[in-house]
C-alpha cells in the first residue's frame, strides 16, 4: 500500500514562487514514475511534470516553460515540485501521482497514473 501527501499550496500573487511538496509512505518498487498534474474547475487535467526512477528522465508540460522544477529529496522521500513566476492560469488543484512502468508509458498521461495525493490548491491573483 502506497500513499502519497501533497502539501505546499497556497494563495500568491502574480509573479511570485510556491514550492510543493509530496510526502511518500509505503513500498513502491524500483520501476516507477512519479508525476505531478493539475485540474481547474471546467478544465481538464494536465500533466506539469514527471520523473523516472530508471534513468532519471524528466518530463514537463508546454505550458511550464522552465518556471517550474521537479525534484526528489530521497533522505526526506519527499518531492518537490518548485514554481516561479506564477500566473493567474497556473491556478489549479495540483495532485502528485505514482505510475508503476509497465508496456503503455507512464510520460504524462494521467491515466496510467494508479496512486493519486489528496491535492493540493494553488490560487494566483492578478
Known amino acids: 500500500q502506497v500513499q502519497l501527501v501533497d502539501s505546499g499550496g497556497g494563495s500568491v500573487q502574480t509573479g511570485g514562487s510556491l514550492t510543493l511538496s509530496c510526502r511518500i509512505s509505503g513500498q513502491i518498487g524500483s520501476g516507477y514514475v512519479m508525476g505531478w498534474f493539475r485540474q481547474a474547475p471546467g478544465k481538464e487535467r494536465e500533466g506539469v511534470a514527471a520523473?523516472?526512477?530508471?534513468?532519471?528522465?524528466?518530463y514537463y508540460g508546454d505550458f511550464v516553460k522552465g518556471r517550474f522544477t521537479f525534484s526528489r529529496d530521497i533522505a526526506e522521500n519527499t518531492l518537490r515540485l518548485r514554481m516561479s513566476s506564477l500566473k493567474p492560469d497556473d491556478t489549479a488543484m495540483y495532485y502528485c501521482a505514482l505510475c508503476v512502468i509497465g508496456p503503455r508509458p507512464c510520460l504524462l498521461n494521467s491515466a496510467q497514473y494508479t496512486t493519486w495525493g489528496q491535492g493540493t490548491q494553488v490560487t494566483v491573483s492578478s
Open positions: 520523473r523516472s526512477s530508471v534513468g532519471g528522465m524528466l
